[in-house]
């Protein structure tokens, strides 16, 4: 059991334009882990993918020590991948294989995990600043970090739906990243996929990630009042 209790909201919608949601994610308290997952778009059934990494994640049993908790993401995670290359290989589709994004936070006492693959985001609020805690594996993100654009010209860049890694990708193995960190006291966590993003900036995600009440849901109803285009999904944690 996660020793320190935090409480987590969450929400999701199709968005103002999609009839299909394939975003998926979960929210386990008990063991302090929690994800968001964006299906590809574009490509064959990425409802499908996104709903495999995280019913993956969701079969990890209770009562793991933290250190096997982590193991046991990181293999969910591997899994999927395993599962959404095989039915690749066993279903030649034009509009390629399913694949998904995959952003996860572990919470362990005083100290925290991320994994992620993609461009679902995890971000941190502390003492009035947000810091977002994951780096896109995206072409527009090469792009930013080897300085051929600026950050502001990304948002509305025409490869912005370009994912450079995902979980069912062609890449035989998977390479996850990983980055720790300390909890302290009204720390709040964000996870969300793209869509909240294409909706909300920097400054109003960290206003709003700061009131009372049920975040995730205020969030995605701001996407919606703004007709998002696509799948939105949120994932509070608040650390008391």
């Known amino acids: 059991m996660n020793p320190i209790a935090e409480y987590s909201y969450h929400a999701t919608d199709p968005g103002a334009f999609r009839s299909e949601n394939q975003d998926a994610l979960i929210?386990?308290?008990?063991?302090?882990?929690?994800?968001?997952a964006d299906g590809a778009g574009g490509h064959r059934d990425g409802r499908w993918a996104a709903n495999t990494v995280i019913d993956?994640?969701?079969?990890?049993?209770?009562?793991?020590?933290?250190s096997?908790?982590?193991?046991?993401?990181?293999?969910?995670?591997?899994?999927?991948?395993?599962?959404?290359?095989?039915?690749?290989?066993?279903?030649?589709?034009?509009?390629g294989a399913a694949a998904t994004t995959v952003a996860v936070l572990l919470l362990e006492g005083d100290y925290f995990v991320v994994l992620w693959v993609g461009d679902s985001r995890v971000y941190l609020l502390r003492d009035g600043e947000?810091?977002?805690?994951?780096?896109?594996?995206?072409?527009?993100?090469?792009?930013?970090?080897?300085?051929?654009?600026?950050?502001?010209?990304?948002?509305?860049?025409?490869?912005?739906?370009?994912?450079?890694?995902?979980?069912?990708?062609?890449?035989?193995?998977?390479?996850?990243?990983?980055?720790?960190?300390?909890?302290?006291p009204g720390d709040r966590f964000l996870l969300c996929s793209d869509g909240l993003l294409k909706t909300m900036d920097d400054d109003e995600i960290c206003h709003a990630l700061g009131q009372g009440g049920d975040v995730a849901a205020a969030m995605v109803a701001t996407a919606l009042r703004r007709r998002a285009r696509d799948n939105v999904s949120a994932v509070v944690v608040v650390r008391p």
């Open 68 to 95: 096997q908790r982590l193991s046991a993401i990181r293999q969910s995670i591997a899994h999927a991948h395993d599962t959404l290359r095989q039915a690749a290989d066993e279903c030649d589709d034009p509009r």
């Open 130 to 184: 947000l810091i977002q805690l994951t780096h896109d594996h995206t072409l527009v993100q090469q792009m930013v970090d080897s300085g051929a654009i600026m950050s502001r010209e990304g948002r509305n860049h025409p490869h912005a739906n370009v994912i450079t890694r995902a979980v069912g990708s062609s890449d035989p193995e998977l390479a996850i990243d990983k980055r720790t960190g300390t909890v302290l």
């Open 56 to 66: 993956a994640i969701a079969a990890i049993p209770e009562g793991l020590p933290p």
């Open 27 to 36: 929210s386990r308290p008990s063991l302090g882990v929690y994800a968001v």
